[in-house]
């Protein structure tokens, strides 16, 4: 039987733009689903590096997001709000959120929500919803990535890294990918990527291109990368940006775009309609999730800390030390 869902719930909040030490856990009422959306009793949240940004208060949460930090969930369905379509109450689930996730409830729409995978933990299910998503919707959609082509992927022991890595070799791509440490290209290599540079102390632009390039360049750097990913790209390559962790400006060679006909395109997930979050899950639901529960593709996690400790999952997450996803657990 399902217990009472209390009028008041624990949940860290930002008390002022900041370092980690700004997260602190305090007491919020416990959100109420709305139409469409369904109330998530939480037993685990991904740490993400846009919660990062907003506890910096550098990337605010799209209007009428929750203001808590916390991009992805998994638990259990307590509640239903009018009109939902296909989940009902006690189904465990992951979901995409826009904010609201580290507490111990969360209100979400019914189209971010997934099935939590058969096989997995519930930590290794909130490790998925802000990676998959992304990816999905980056490399392979707008990104086109398809078998028999080569990617490359910058941060290959982020979150995203890790991700975009198993889901592009599970679907017939070769991987390229970039770290910073004789651990993390190691750790690379073992998920599968066919090759790895240190972009701190390697030429890695020409070694990609000695290797005859890539298709598609999924770029979490910005900055100076960018020209040099440019470099890389072959004929009718294409270049997806999602993060700009060395700048949000670069300078380009528009003569290389034109004759060698790049695209170059980017986005965010975060303010995305809950439409095409819907749309994208859907497409999860059916071409990954199958990968997931068979093993094909198994989530790595890199630590879990219990929600108290979110300033120390930050703290973690800022060293840029973790493989894979840290998580708290709630």
Not at 123 to 149: C, H, I, K, M, Q
């Amino acid at each position: 039987m399902t217990s009472p869902i209390p009028q008041a719930m624990r949940a860290v909040e930002i008390t002022a733009p900041g370092g980690p030490e700004v997260l602190k856990l305090a007491e919020r009422p416990t959100p109420k689903p709305g139409a469409r959306e369904v109330l998530i009793r939480v037993e685990a949240a991904g740490v993400n590096r846009p919660d990062v940004f907003q506890r910096m208060g550098l990337y605010p949460p799209p209007p009428g997001a929750s203001d808590l930090p916390g991009l992805e969930v998994a638990g259990e369905i307590v509640a239903i709000g009018p009109d939902v379509i296909a989940d009902k109450i006690g189904d465990k689930v992951c979901a995409l959120l826009p904010g609201g996730g580290y507490a111990e409830y969360a209100a979400v729409h019914e189209g971010s929500c997934l099935p939590a995978p058969r096989g997995l933990s519930m930590a290794e299910a909130a490790s998925l919803p802000e990676t998959f998503f992304t990816v999905w919707a980056n490399l392979f959609e707008d990104g086109a990535l398809r078998g028999g082509e080569t990617a490359l992927i910058h941060g290959g022991t982020s979150g995203i890294g890790v991700t975009a890595i198993m889901m592009a070799k599970a679907f017939g791509a070769s991987v390229i990918a970039t770290a910073s440490s004789a651990e993390k290209l190691k750790a690379i290599l073992d998920l599968g990527a066919d090759h790895a540079f240190n972009y701190a102390t390697e030429n890695w632009d020409e070694k990609i291109s000695d290797l005859g390039g890539v298709d598609v360049v999924l770029d979490m750097a910005g900055g100076d990368f960018v020209s040099r990913n440019l470099a890389c790209l072959k004929p009718g390559g294409r270049h997806v940006s999602i993060a700009m962790l060395r700048g949000a400006r670069a300078e380009v060679d528009i003569f290389a775009i034109m004759r060698k006909r790049l695209k170059l395109t980017g986005s965010t997930m975060k303010a995305r309609p809950v439409e095409d979050k819907a749309r994208i899950a859907f497409e999860l639901r059916g071409q990954v999730w199958p990968l997931l529960e068979s093993g094909r593709i198994r989530p790595q996690v890199d630590r879990i800390f219990p929600l108290a400790d979110a300033s120390k999952a930050h703290e973690r997450m800022e060293k840029g030390a973790h493989i894979g996803k840290i998580v708290l657990s709630i």
